[in-house]
């Protein structure tokens, strides 16, 4: 088991940053691919970035590709979401996501086992 806490959301106008964090707890960090999802009103939940249990490897959504980071330190058991050039299209509800042993496709939200609560980010114009 992995209890998931997402924080460092917030308001910010268009080109600005907001890094995210991702606290995991019960097991070590190292154990499980980690992922960024995200969620607007009335749209389905989209992929948005992933990085392997090592860090070594990373994967993003193409609508944030340049813009957007991930990485982990799984000294802290913290995955982060550095994001920059923000576009008021980035505004959603962030969620932080944990993929055990047994996984397939970063992409896919059905292959995470664990979920944060999620933390709100608004972009303004």
């Known amino acids: 088991q992995v209890q998931l806490v997402e924080s460092g959301g917030g308001l910010v106008q268009a080109g600005g940053s907001l890094r995210l964090s991702c606290v995991a707890s019960g097991r070590t960090l190292s154990n499980y691919r980690m992922g960024w999802f995200r969620q607007a009103p009335g749209t389905e939940r989209e992929f948005v970035a992933a990085v392997s249990r090592t860090g070594g490897s990373t994967y993003y959504a193409d609508s944030v590709k340049g813009r957007f980071t991930i990485s982990r330190d799984n000294a802290k058991n913290t995955v982060y979401l550095q994001m920059n050039s923000l576009k008021p299209e980035d505004t959603a509800v962030y969620y932080c996501?944990?993929?055990?042993?047994?996984?397939?496709?970063?992409?896919?939200?059905?292959?995470?086992?664990?979920w944060g609560q999620g933390t709100q980010v608004t972009v303004s114009s």
């Open positions: 996501a944990a993929a055990g042993l047994l996984s397939g496709s970063v992409y896919l939200d059905m292959q995470y086992d664990y």
